[in-house]
């Protein structure tokens, strides 16, 4: 059950943030190992793509991608989230004298983390072909022409079969290591510093809410040069292979951005990263901690 209403959780806020997500994923590809002002910016701001994307692919274009993502967040969340929520229900985030532990916690959130995250790779490789198509006068990175989730797995599978379905999926990892470590831990640690202090009523929905604005914050400063890196890996194009063209891996990515694009190329789509991250990690995690807490009020 923990399982079920993490990943239901996460579903549920994927439905309002996945426009996000589709900005987010342009803006990372835009100018992709480009100096800076060599290129056109389709995409000025979150805004203006929100507007561009509206405009040219039409507002139907800021879902795409809604299928796989939705499945994506179910298996990783569900994983993920349910994990976290077994090991915190067994005690094992707080020490022998009844202290909340980081460091167990952070191991938990990452470890935890990386086993949703591998298992829903091919998931998430598909749902960033789709996002990235568009039409051409606003298209950036690699263009794959898939028809639907089911057509691309399809596909990928065919061609290069099953190490092609988990092409960057360790590179994807780091992103998800640092990411799941700094939401969980500090949404865990903010919630239990404000059950301490008393600011909200026991068990008022508010400490949820208060702790998943912290740990957004969080999450976006940490994880965003790895976003950015895994997009690339994922959006690549492949030789006969099914071996990226582009970049070796993970460290290889962060490498050439940096070169070629500068610091602030690893922070490409932070703005939509706050914008996407921040909602999703504080809806996903509101929904996740009132579904545990209907759950075991109503079933006890």
Known sequence: MDFLMSGLAACGACVFTNPLEVVKTRM???????????????????????????????LA???????????????????????YGLAEAGGYMHTADGNFSHTRSAAVGGLAGILGAYLGSPIYMVKTHIQAQAASEIAVGHQYKHQGML?????????????????????????????????????????????QWEIFPPQSWKV??????????????????FDVASTRLYNQPTDAQGKGLMYRGILDALLQIARTEGIFGMYKGIGASYFRLGPHTVLSLFFWDQLRFLYYTYTK
């Open 208 to 225: 949820a809410l208060a702790a998943s604005m912290v740990s957004g914050i969080a999450v976006v400063l940490a994880m965003t040069p």
């Open 28 to 58: 990372q590809l835009q100018g992709e190992l480009q100096a800076p002002g060599t290129y056109q910016k389709h995409y000025r701001n979150v805004f203006h793509a929100f507007i561009t994307i509206g405009r040219v692919d039409g």
């Open 151 to 195: 057509q691309a797995l399809n596909e990928i599978g065919r061609k290069h079969g099953v190490v092609g379905l988990f092409r960057g999926a360790v590179g994807g990892l780091p992103r998800v290591i640092v990411g799941s470590s700094a939401q969980l831990c500090t949404f865990s640690s903010t919630k239990d510093l404000l059950s």
């Open 61 to 83: 274009a800021l879902q795409k991608g809604l299928a796989p993502a939705l499945l994506y967040q179910f298996l990783m969340n569900g994983i993920r989230l349910g994990t």
